[in-house]
C-alpha cells in the first residue's frame, strides 16, 4: 500500500471516528461518574481522540502503524455504538 492510500485510509477513518465518538462519549456520560468504568470510558476515549491529531508519521512504517490504530480505535467505538443501539 502506498502512502496516498494510507493518507486516504487515514482520512476516512478519522471520519468515521468523528461520527461515532460524540455518542460514545453521550454513552459514557451515563455511567456511574465515580466508577471505575466511567473513569475507563474517559480515558479510552480521550485516546482516541488525541489518536486521531497524531498524523502518519515520517515513513511508511508509521503510517501503516497509524492506520492500524485508528481501525482499531473506529471497530471499538462500532462495538460501542452497536451495543449500546441494542439496549
Known amino acids: 500500500m502506498d502512502l496516498a ?9 478519522r471520519g468515521h471516528i468523528a461520527l ?6 453521550a454513552a ?3 455511567l456511574w461518574s465515580g466508577g471505575i468504568e466511567a473513569h475507563r470510558m474517559a480515558a479510552r476515549l480521550d485516546g482516541i481522540e488525541r489518536q486521531t491529531r497524531q498524523g502518519l508519521g515520517p515513513g511508511a512504517l508509521s ?3 497509524q492506520v492500524q ?6 471497530q471499538y467505538l462500532l462495538a460501542r455504538h452497536t451495543a449500546e443501539a441494542r439496549r
Open 5 to 13: 492510500e494510507l493518507e486516504k485510509l487515514e482520512e476516512d477513518l
Open 20 to 25: 461515532l465518538l460524540p455518542g460514545a462519549r
Open 28 to 30: 459514557a456520560g451515563r
Open 63 to 65: 503510517a501503516h502503524v
Open 69 to 74: 490504530q485508528l481501525a482499531r480505535d473506529c
